[in-house]
């Protein structure tokens, strides 16, 4: 398990393709994302050896397969606990868990909040589409209410799920946004996503073309896209809109869109700390939801905590410091022993327990 | 029991038994499984073969005197061989009322019961749903009843120690009651002493406690005139060497461990905590320096799926539960099925279905292993037959494992993970060592090219260069792992994974047999059972009856003698704590109609049940 390789020849987009025909429905946003992933991955002068795509079940879970990388398509929900296993084997891989809103939010939602809270050095995508799509179109956690799908033909009666809210409470280390076509937040945020150390949360939003067309329209349609978005930068002022002249304050305990002008300046204005321990501004950031407001998108939350493998490795050299490396002898003698003589009529002897293993 | 008649106390008369049962049984507050653990320790030591069963509530502490409260532990001492912990004890030791009513139909006629008279009291009769004490009645006149009030003696006898209250002190009673029987078969004070002082070092005022409990109840055994004998078990005679007790689930820890360390290879367990299969996850979770990664999952299902992934990583790789979590596992059982990567599954067996019968003992989960999972899904089975055997499968699952490139089931039980033995410690370097070869030269790599004889695939480690490749759960193609739909590459895969299993056989011992080579009866029985069977077996041959023993620990696939030899005998009787699930194998598979004993009540077969069964049949 070295932590450093040899720096190899420096790789293309080319060298993260295999050699498996893509079969995601054409038009799907899957293909901007795997291509996001080819282009930036490069970037990060990792060896292909030493990365791993791991998912569960659904059309993002076939991404692995078109990834000349080390990879593994489980089982629907669960990838994240195999990642966890792996990562604690070898710490020094690179895991990017690829789930979806249902793979990661239904069936495996509790899998997605154990390791966040676990802080697991993964780096989690979930594609967000808000509909099943490989089981052909019933609605999902993240589906809106009143939404109509081939399960809920007279509209959905839940409540849906935030990602970005669930991923706070389970006391995430990094969590980011982005959209499937928006290629070069994309590859920004995957950048950042990898370098933290930790579990990377990172939501994309994600069209599917079949079954919920549309579904982010007012993110991606020219004509009004820019007035839905925050692009977050931290220490940045939250600025937006397609002629930068509106921002988000805080009125009292909550935010606001305000125009900038008329005695409204950008000092007025909320200003991103993505490295807040404190998680007030997240949360705010997260319940943010259009109409009334923007969709915040880039790194909403990035602190610092020591790794699930981490702690792991630090308690087993503890553990060695304290007993010597393991030692199957004295671990068979750790207990009350006694010696059986050849000679029969010798009377057994009581050893004391060695004491440690 | 003999009756003497001229005595005095202190010139008692010592019989020489050849080995007797002893149950303590209390509230399961009262340290009733310490006690057991303590009288088991010192006989241990004196050379005496052991064999010891808990038996305690799946309550940690249902409501004090309440016979669901009852915890009781058995241990049988012998000057021979012994395989069980007895079936009937000679000797109870009821704290209270519940404790007697809960116990009483098990003491051997003729046996001794020792009373804690002083918790007799109305109300704890009425908790114990007694209308009339039975001290009192004559229920007991089968018995030799000694009515000591250990309460009161207890605390006379620690009466003066400053900072101790009643409650404390009465929780030393039951050291009282171990001294106690200690002197009744002269046993010394020393290992329980030593115990104290280790295990309350740090505590001097509770370690002083407990030492004089410990030496008032030996002394109260000298001094009354209750106890007109004392009792002998002398050493039994076994191989030389180093010897030490042994709990099931202990030796399967032990036996994990030693044959990742032995490998070269990190041991991983992923676990979540499940009646009787946790203590091996705490056994494990100590055991850091060995390179032993423990994950305690948020469910069955995150435990396994870690484990599969730390198989994938290169790890030797383990997960562990019971009944109920075996049914979570078992689609990701199929995912490293179809993955073709070694994983241990251990299941330690308890009462089913559903939650059931969590601390009590139970063999039906041998279909479940075998069967239940969606698909054409073959994957070995071996299971450990004692205690100290759990150590030696434990190795063997992994071999299997790692040989086949598949997961393995390790089918252990809670009367095995609970009860203990003596063991030899063995020598590590007599120990078989597992050749494990990670795959890292690119040329002509496929993940799915099988080797020759065993047909498995190569186990490659992520950080290989050159060797990417992505495996999963859907159809594919044989060699390329490709995904594949086509109706033969799907068949083939079926087929091969089969074969594979099967080829196993070419690596597994052959089924022995204890007693005739054949005729009338063999008696076959698999896992915790073997103890009794064997008793029963040798009483039975000792009877001149013509019966065999055979004790399957390859249940997948079957020691290749195993249809040629059930052939040899007239008829074959299948013990098993189940309704018959290895029966309706051998009757599928080998076209057989065997004779069977089955008994599901949450405890092991008694000696005497199977001795009658195999008089009904071998005449």
């Known amino acids: 398990m070295s932590e450093t390789t040899v720096p190899g020849p420096k790789l293309s987009r080319k060298d993260f393709v295999s050699n498996q025909e893509v079969r995601w429905c054409p038009g799907c946003g899957d293909y901007a994302i795997l291509a996001a992933m080819q282009r930036f991955l490069p970037e990060l002068g990792i060896p292909r050896e030493k990365i791993v795509f791991v998912s569960g079940i659904g059309c993002s879970s076939r991404f692995p397969y078109y990834m000349n990388t080390y990879g593994m398509h489980t089982i629907h929900g669960r990838a994240p606990t195999l990642a966890t296993g792996l990562n604690m084997v070898d710490p020094s891989l690179q895991v990017w868990v690829v789930t979806g809103d249902g793979d990661g939010l239904s069936i495996g939602g509790n899998h997605l909040v154990h390791c966040l809270r676990r802080n697991v050095n993964l780096n989690i995508l979930l594609f967000n589409n808000r509909i099943y799509g490989l089981t052909k179109g019933q609605y999902s956690p993240t589906s809106l209410p009143g939404h109509k799908t081939k399960s809920s033909p007279m509209g959905s009666i839940e409540q849906s799920f935030n990602p970005v809210s669930i991923a706070l409470g389970a006391e995430a280390t990094f969590i980011a946004r982005t959209v499937d076509v928006y290629a070069k937040h994309m590859g920004e945020v995957l950048k950042t996503a990898a370098e933290h150390q930790g579990t990377s949360f990172v939501e994309i939003y994600q069209n599917c073309i079949i079954y919920n067309h549309h579904a982010w329209d007012h993110l991606t349609d020219t004509g009004v896209r820019d007035d839905n978005v925050l692009y977050l930068e931290h220490g940045k002022p939250m600025v937006f809109g397609k002629d930068s002249d509106k921002g988000i304050r805080l009125n009292g305990l909550k935010p606001e869109v305000v125009q900038l002008g008329d005695g409204i300046t950008e000092d007025d204005l909320l200003v991103h700390d993505a490295y807040a321990e404190e998680p007030t501004l997240a949360w705010m950031l997260a319940r943010m939801e259009p109409p009334q407001f923007p969709v915040p998108l880039g790194v909403i939350r990035q602190v610092q905590k020591p790794t699930y493998a981490e702690l792991a490795l630090k308690q087993m050299e503890a553990a060695r410091a304290r007993r010597g490396p393991g030692d199957l002898r004295k671990l068979y003698m750790d207990a009350d022993t006694w010696e059986i003589s050849a000679e029969p009529e010798a009377a057994a002897a009581l050893n004391g327990g060695s004491g440690s293993r | 029991m003999t009756e003497l008649s001229v005595l005095t106390p202190d010139d008692p008369v010592v019989e020489e038994l050849e080995s007797v049962a002893i149950r303590f049984a209390g509230d399961s507050g009262d340290g009733m499984q310490l006690t057991g653990t303590q009288f088991t320790n010192t006989s241990a030591v004196l050379g005496n073969d052991i064999s010891t069963f808990p038996d305690f509530p799946a309550e940690i502490r249902a409501p004090a005197g309440t016979l669901a409260g009852v915890s009781g532990f058995q241990v049988n001492i012998s000057s021979r061989d012994i395989y069980t912990p007895g079936d009937a004890p000679q000797v109870l030791v009821a704290m209270n009322p519940a404790a007697l009513k809960a116990n009483l139909a098990d003491v051997e006629p003729g046996g001794t019961i020792i009373v804690n008279i002083d918790e007799f009291t109305p109300g704890n009769l009425k908790k114990a749903n007694y209308d009339a004490s039975p001290l009192d009645d004559g229920s007991l006149d089968r018995f030799r009843v000694v009515k000591a009030p250990l309460t009161t003696l207890n605390r006379n006898a620690l009466a003066g120690m400053e900072g101790l209250g009643n409650k404390e002190k009465d929780r030393c009673k039951n050291f009282f009651a171990l001294g106690l029987t200690f002197w009744m078969y002269d046993r010394s004070l020393d290992t329980s002493l030593h115990w104290i002082q280790e295990k309350f070092g740090n505590k001097p005022e509770v370690a002083e406690a407990n030492t004089r409990a410990l030496k008032a109840g030996y002394h109260f055994g000298e001094t009354t005139e209750e106890f007109r004998t004392r009792y002998r078990v002398s050493r039994f005679e076994v191989p030389p060497g180093t010897y030490r007790k042994i709990m099931g689930n202990e030796a399967a ?280 069977i064997r008793s029963a077996v040798a009483a039975a041959q000792g009877m001149g009856l013509s019966v065999a023993h055979a004790h399957v620990r390859y249940l997948n696939p079957f020691p290749r003698n195993l249809p040629s030899l059930l052939g040899r005998y007239r008829r074959v009787l299948v013990a098993e704590l189940n309704l018959g699930q290895l029966a309706f194998i051998f009757n599928g598979r080998f076209g057989m109609k065997c004779e069977q004993l089955n008994k599901v009540q949450g405890q092991p077969f008694k000696i005497s049940e199977v001795l009658r069964r195999i008089q009904e049949l071998a005449r």
């Open chain 2, 253 to 532: 820890a032990m036996g994990f461990v030693t044959a990742a360390h032995l490998a070269g290879k990190p041991l991983f367990y992923g676990s979540y905590p499940i009646t009787p299969a946790s203590s091996i996850l705490e056994h494990l979770a100590s055991l850091k320096n060995f390179d032993v990664r423990t994950f305690q999952a948020e469910d069955e299902i995150a435990a396994i799926g870690s484990a599969i992934g730390a198989a994938f990583g290169g790890a030797f790789a383990l997960t562990g539960t019971s009944g109920p979590g075996i049914c979570l596992k078992s689609e990701a059982m199929n995912l490293a099925l179809v993955l073709e990567l070694p994983l241990v599954v251990a299941d330690i067996q308890r009462g089913g279905p559903s939650t059931g019968l969590p601390t009590k003992t139970e063999q039906s989960d041998l279909l479940q292993v075998l069967f239940g999972r969606n698909g054409e899904s073959p994957i070995p089975v071996v299971a450990p037959c004692t205690p100290a055997d759990c150590f030696m499968m434990a190795i063997e699952a992994f071999r299997l494992a790692v040989r086949a490139m598949s997961p393995v089931v390790y089918l252990s039980d809670g009367y095995l993970a609970n009860s203990s033995e003596p063991w030899r410690i063995p020598d590590p370097d007599d120990l078989p060592v597992i050749q494990v070869e990670h795959r890292t030269d690119p040329d002509h790599f496929m993940p799915y090219l099988r080797d020759e004889v065993t047909l498995g695939r190569p186990w490659v480690v992520p950080g290989t260069p050159g060797l990417e490749h992505r495996i999963g759960g859907l159809g594919k193609m044989d060699g390329s792992g490709n995904v594949s739909y086509t109706p033969q590459d799907h068949e083939h895969m079926i087929k091969i994974r089969a074969e594979k299993v099967q080829r196993l056989q070419n690596t597994i011992p052959e089924q022995q047999v204890f007693g005739p080579a054949e005729g009338d009866l063999l008696v076959v029985g698999w896992g915790g059972t073997y103890g009794a």
